[in-house]
């Protein structure tokens, strides 16, 4: 890391307002985390119908965390309902953990794993 960055970043009144905006380069990060194993996984999936929920509960089932757009089915009140009895049915059968966010997101967790309902939020 160049000394000149350091300067930069420490000092406010050495940016000029082009500086401000740093690209971050994510390769070598990347790299290290492909050579890391992992206990666990966040997935992420998007429900389109019925027909995606086999992977999404293949993961829950091998312990990953799914975290699951639903914005594409909220609408079919059916493809709703089938869809959340059968991830429910998952979180029951591995005594894990279901939470829906105000996002049209569902996160599904392994037994291992619950989800806080509190929101992390700065009171001011």
């Known amino acids: 890391m160049s000394k000149g960055f350091l300067n930069k970043l420490l000092d406010p009144h050495a940016r000029t307002r082009e500086e401000e905006y740093i ?21 992420l999936a998007e429900l389109t119908g019925v027909n995606d929920l086999p992977e999404i509960k293949k993961e829950v089932y091998n312990g990953n965390i799914v975290i699951v757009d639903i914005s594409l089915i909220k609408n079919d009140k059916i493809t709703m309902d089938r869809t959340t009895k059968e991830l429910k049915q998952v979180v029951a059968d591995i005594k894990g ?18 989800v806080d309902r509190k929101k992390l939020v700065r009171k001011y």
Do not use: C, G, Q
Request: proline share 5%; charged share 35%.
């Open 23 to 43: 690209d971050l380069d994510l390769a070598e990060y990347e790299e290290i985390l492909d050579e890391e194993p992992a206990a666990l996984f966040v997935k």
């Open 97 to 114: 953990d279901i939470a829906m966010t105000e996002h049209d997101l569902v996160i599904v967790t392994p037994s291992n794993v619950r």
